[in-house]
């Protein structure tokens, strides 16, 4: 069964920096790809960032270009998403997921999603 685990939120000032993790179990994830999403209250969640757990490139929402990155650490069997230059827009919950699709920002494509773990950025 597989498991994802996100942490790393937390409180941060405008400006601040955050790291989240999802660490990832139950299964070889080589074939798989790992997503971020991230929903605010009342709003949808969105795409946010993409990994191939193997060979392959990032894909960004055009919102988080330059600011985010997501890297992997395979002997650690997690994702991070490094966050620079948090705004309050950028509150939200923050998930993690993995498809068998490549590239994918669609939601609804993912097949396992983490808990999810709060950020929230003061003005």
């Known amino acids: 069964q597989v498991q994802l685990v996100e942490s790393g939120g937390g409180l941060v000032q405008a400006g601040g920096s955050l790291r989240l993790s999802c660490a990832a179990s139950?299964?070889?994830?080589?074939?798989?790809?790992m997503g971020w999403f991230r929903q605010a209250p009342g709003k949808e969640r969105e795409f946010v960032a993409v990994?191939?757990?193997?060979?392959?490139?990032?894909y960004y929402a055009d919102f988080v270009k330059g600011r985010f990155t997501i890297t992997k650490d395979y002997a650690k069997n997690t994702v991070y998403l490094q966050m620079n230059g948090l705004k309050p827009e950028d509150t939200a919950v923050y998930y993690c997921?993995?498809?068998?699709?490549?590239?994918?920002?669609?939601?609804?494509?993912?097949?396992?999603w983490g808990q999810g773990t709060q950020v929230t950025v003061s003005s």
């Open positions: 997921a993995v498809t068998s699709r490549s590239r994918e920002s669609r939601a609804d494509q993912y097949d396992y």
């Open positions: 990994i191939p757990w193997s060979a392959g490139s990032t």
């Open positions: 139950g299964r070889t994830f080589s074939s798989y790809t």
